[in-house]
């Protein structure tokens, strides 16, 4: 498999386009609007939409959203029968992901790009494709992936599903195996591990970036999922 790795943005204007590759499309920062045959709706950080070669695809978004493309002459194996062209990516990959934005935006060496194309190429590999997730449980998904910063209710989480309140909590536990407040932190804590051990921003930007206003309790929080501080992770 030969992998091109970009990152991309697009506008508000709908265009539609073929080409020869396949293309996977994973949102950074902001989501992104995908026509396909089988598939119409918003894709968002945390997903993944694959795109086969020699399909029409229509698409749109926002100029200021971000999107990591990966160009493929062949598919992994996992992705080759998809019930439905849009999955959840794991902590693993969009963790990687995250680091190839800042690599990516830096001109990396020819070197250096060929061995985070390898990497990447490893963790797809391995990807699990999750089994047909409730569409209503989908769009909660996105919505908590959209902005990690912010830490909406349960209640504002169960209208946007259309759901009553327990009926949510019952099925995004069994369509996700944890609590909303366990994915959450998961992703904060997956996304704040990458800023430390791949970007230069401070401590206190990193935590605003995750939802805490404290910095104190971030580290605090941080050390007891990871086993290490902040600084140990900054200091490899």
Not at 45 to 69: M, T
Not at 143 to 154: A, C, H, K, Q, Y
Request: aromatic content about 8%.
């Amino acid at each position: 498999m030969t992998v091109r790795l970009s990152i991309r943005s697009y506008s508000l204007v709908m265009r539609a386009h073929l080409h020869t590759y396949h293309q996977l499309v994973l949102p950074l920062h902001g989501n992104i609007t995908m026509t396909l045959s089988d598939f119409s709706g918003k894709v968002g950080p945390g997903q993944c939409v694959v795109i086969r070669a020699e399909k029409v695809h229509e698409f749109k978004a926002d100029e200021k959203c971000r999107f990591l493309v990966a160009d493929l002459d062949s598919l992994p194996e996992s992705m080759q029968q998809l019930a439905r062209p849009v999955f959840a990516t794991s902590p693993q990959l969009v963790a990687y992901c995250q680091f190839l934005e800042l690599q990516l935006a830096q001109s990396a060496q020819p070197g250096l790009i060929e061995s985070m194309s390898v990497l990447f190429e490893h963790l797809l590999q391995n990807q699990v494709i999750p089994a047909c997730r409730d569409s209503r449980i989908s769009e909660a998904v996105r919505f908590l992936n959209e902005d990690i910063s912010r830490t909406p209710s349960l209640s504002e989480l169960a209208a946007l599903a259309c759901l009553s309140l327990s009926q949510f909590k019952t099925l995004f536990r069994q369509h996700m195996g944890i609590t909303t407040g366990q994915y959450l932190l998961t992703q904060r804590m997956t996304k704040a591990k990458a800023l430390l051990a791949h970007s230069d921003l401070p401590v206190s930007l990193i935590a605003e970036r995750v939802g805490f206003t404290d910095v104190s309790a971030f580290s605090r929080r941080f050390s007891a999922y990871w086993g290490e501080t902040p600084r140990q992770i900054r200091r490899r």
